[in-house]
């Protein structure tokens, strides 16, 4: 093996995820230690990027290399905590504009016939709030037959109905309120993101295409410094997002010739549930580009993961492969194989984290140099292109073009 990278800047785009930068800080720093003793790395901390507003470092030896490698989250979870606030009655009038946004373009329909488990985890959402709304409603009836049987007596038969009414809402909306607050299930949450992917039918809202601008400008900074390698990882949402930012620089012409090499890492991606949208032109522009830019692209993803379109090709299932298309290359994680058994057996109803399973270590990986490691693509000596560079695409990986709408922007 020759060394091609001595230092990295890897940009690590998240999902639709409310949650503190630092908890990937410490969810890297955790998984990269349990890599190192299973795999025999040696991890260590290192130094963030500087101008990051978020990131860490760490130094590694991994495959008898050394090599320095700086991680700067980009930083949005401000937009999704703005999408997520609300209360009672916006989040079921988001269920609402959700469902017809996805029912009334045909999208639900064809996504269907890729995967069955983000489907489900769509719908999902709408079953447990519709479900939390009747027994909430169910309640307040039987407090309002309570109470008209009190107090009913003691008023005129026309203030009868008002009482029930008051009694009802009275007593269903702290429910409401109590489920909402714990959203043990997720069910809220779920429907804020979807309605924040769809509530422009699948067109990016401004606030997401400025902070957008400002990653590119992040990402160009990176590619005009001394690194080997610019590694872009997109989680979940954050993977359509990695997209049109990078088709963004190759189009400005902010990649220099003979500068670092420019990756994308795509983990657990959801591209379907915007690209299958009727606005998404620009989404499917620049898939479209970046199928056949000079970019390496690797796809991950895995069929035990339900909230990803595990195995599909985000650009040939959009229905925009262009001729000549050459990425990305589609993998799978493979779980199964890739995970003991008891700890796939710890992770089978915990959806979320199997979801992020793609950012932590892996317990049982068979060692060859193209196995999806992440802590080893990150922090390792080789780029993403040439780590992969006879990898295979997974066999069972879905290319059929089933959207219907393939409109891309001008």
Same mark, same amino acid.
């Given at each position: 093996?020759?060394?091609?990278?001595?230092?990295?800047?890897?940009?690590?785009?998240?999902?639709?995820?409310?949650?503190?930068?630092?908890?990937?800080?410490?969810?890297?720093?955790?998984?990269?230690?349990?890599?190192?003793?299973?795999?025999?790395?040696?991890?260590?901390?290192?130094?963030?990027?500087?101008?990051?507003? !978020?990131?860490?470092?760490?130094?590694?030896?991994?495959?008898?290399?050394?090599?320095?490698?700086?991680?700067?989250?980009?930083?949005?979870?401000?937009?999704?905590?703005?999408?997520?606030?609300?209360?009672?009655?916006?989040?079921?009038?988001?269920?609402?504009?959700?469902?017809?946004?996805?029912?009334?373009?045909?999208?639900? !329909?064809?996504?269907?016939? /890729?995967? @069955?488990?983000?489907?489900?985890?769509?719908?999902?959402?709408?079953?447990?709030?519709?479900?939390?709304?009747?027994?909430? /409603?169910?309640?307040?009836?039987?407090?309002?037959?309570?109470?008209?049987?009190?107090?009913?007596?003691?008023?005129?038969?026309?203030?009868?109905?008002?009482?029930?009414?008051?009694?009802?809402?009275?007593?269903?909306?702290?429910?409401?309120? *109590?489920?909402?607050?714990?959203?043990?299930?997720?069910?809220?949450?779920?429907?804020?993101?979807?309605?924040?992917?769809?509530?422009?039918?699948?067109?990016?809202?401004?606030?997401?295409?400025?902070?957008?601008?400002?990653?590119?400008?992040?990402?160009?900074?990176?590619?005009?410094?001394?690194?080997?390698?610019?590694?872009?990882?997109?989680?979940?949402?954050?993977?359509?997002?990695?997209?049109?930012?990078?088709?963004?620089?190759?189009?400005?012409?902010?990649?220099?010739?003979?500068?670092?090499?420019?990756?994308?890492?795509?983990?657990?991606?959801?591209?379907?549930?915007?690209?299958?949208?009727?606005?998404?032109?620009?989404?499917?522009?620049?898939?479209?580009?970046?199928?056949?830019?000079?970019?390496?692209?690797?796809?991950?993803?895995?069929?035990?993961?339900?909230?990803?379109?595990?195995?599909? #090709?985000?650009?040939?299932?959009?229905?925009?492969?262009?001729?000549?298309?050459?990425?990305?290359?589609?993998?799978?994680?493979?779980?199964?194989?890739?995970?003991?058994?008891?700890?796939?057996?710890?992770?089978? *109803?915990? /959806? !979320?984290?199997?979801?992020?399973?793609?950012?932590?270590?892996?317990?049982?990986?068979?060692?060859?140099?193209? #196995?999806?490691?992440?802590?080893?693509?990150?922090?390792?000596?080789?780029?993403?292109?040439?780590?992969?560079?006879?990898?295979?695409?997974? @066999?069972?990986?879905?290319?059929?073009?089933?959207?219907?709408?393939?409109?891309?922007?001008?």
């Amino acid at each position: 093996m020759t060394q091609q990278v001595t230092r990295r800047h890897v940009f690590y785009i998240p999902g639709f995820d409310p949650v503190p930068p630092r908890a990937y800080r410490e969810r890297y720093r955790r998984e990269a230690a349990r890599q190192a003793a299973l795999s025999g790395y040696e991890i260590d901390r290192g130094t963030a990027p500087q101008g990051a507003r !978020f990131g860490w470092g760490v130094r590694a030896r991994i495959e008898g290399a050394e090599v320095d490698a700086r991680f700067e989250l980009l930083y949005w979870a401000d937009i999704v905590q703005a999408g997520m606030r609300g209360g009672i009655v916006s989040g079921y009038l988001a269920l609402a504009r959700t469902a017809w946004a996805y029912i009334g373009s045909g999208a639900l !329909f064809r996504l269907m016939r /890729l995967r @069955k488990g983000p489907v489900i985890a769509a719908l999902y959402p709408v079953v447990v709030l519709l479900a939390q709304l009747a027994l909430a /409603l169910a309640a307040g009836v039987v407090a309002a037959a309570v109470a008209a049987r009190l107090l009913g007596p003691m008023l005129p038969p026309a203030a009868e109905g008002a009482l029930r009414l008051a009694v009802v809402i009275g007593a269903a909306w702290p429910i409401l309120r *109590w489920f909402q607050r714990r959203d043990h299930l997720y069910a809220w949450y779920l429907v804020k993101d979807y309605a924040f992917s769809s509530r422009l039918h699948g067109a990016y809202p401004p606030e997401q295409e400025a902070r957008m601008r400002r990653f590119a400008d992040r990402i160009a900074a990176a590619l005009a410094s001394d690194v080997d390698e610019v590694l872009v990882v997109g989680h979940s949402s954050g993977a359509y997002i990695a997209v049109s930012v990078l088709a963004d620089l190759l189009r400005d012409g902010r990649v220099p010739a003979g500068g670092p090499a420019l990756s994308l890492l795509t983990l657990g991606q959801v591209v379907p549930m915007v690209s299958f949208l009727p606005r998404a032109t620009r989404l499917r522009a620049d898939l479209a580009f970046l199928g056949t830019a000079s970019v390496p692209w690797v796809d991950v993803t895995a069929p035990g993961d339900g909230c990803a379109f595990a195995l599909c #090709d985000p650009v040939a299932v959009s229905g925009v492969a262009p001729e000549g298309k050459r990425w990305p290359l589609v993998i799978s994680a493979a779980f199964t194989q890739t995970l003991r058994p008891e700890t796939l057996a710890a992770l089978r *109803w915990r /959806l !979320f984290e199997l979801h992020f399973q793609y950012l932590n270590a892996f317990d049982n990986l068979p060692g060859r140099a193209d #196995d999806y490691d992440y802590i080893r693509i990150t922090a390792g000596p080789l780029t993403l292109g040439t780590r992969f560079a006879g990898r295979a695409p997974s @066999k069972s990986r879905i290319e059929t073009p089933v959207n219907r709408h393939r409109g891309i922007a001008a």
